[in-house]
């Protein structure tokens, strides 16, 4: 730099000047990931798992009372009774049936 009667001449000031074609530049206007994306990914991912383990959780056989009991009341026409409770405590669903022609019901 010098300075001649039209003022300062920057010509050979031998400051390096920044072009689209330097890597400097390249560099600084790369898209860098951010943050959030990672959190809203790591987000998904959790929400996934969850749905994934109700969906796969297997039905269980709740049975009220629980232990049932094997003393039946009698009611005044003669017939023995107990009622009990079944309900699936469990995940999916819970497919069953009774029938009188089982030993435990006769």
Known sequence: MYEGKGGINYANNKVRRFR???????EMNEEKPSN???????AVFIIIAIIA???ARPPVLSVAPDPPS???DISSAGARYQEFYIS???GG???WNVRADQLILK
């Open 20 to 26: 689209p074609g330097n890597k400097v530049v390249r």
């Open 36 to 42: 959030i994306k990672n959190i809203i990914i790591v």
């Open 53 to 55: 383990y109700f969906i």
């Open 70 to 72: 094997f003393n039946f």
């Open 88 to 90: 699936n405590t469990g």
């Open 93 to 95: 669903t819970l497919s």
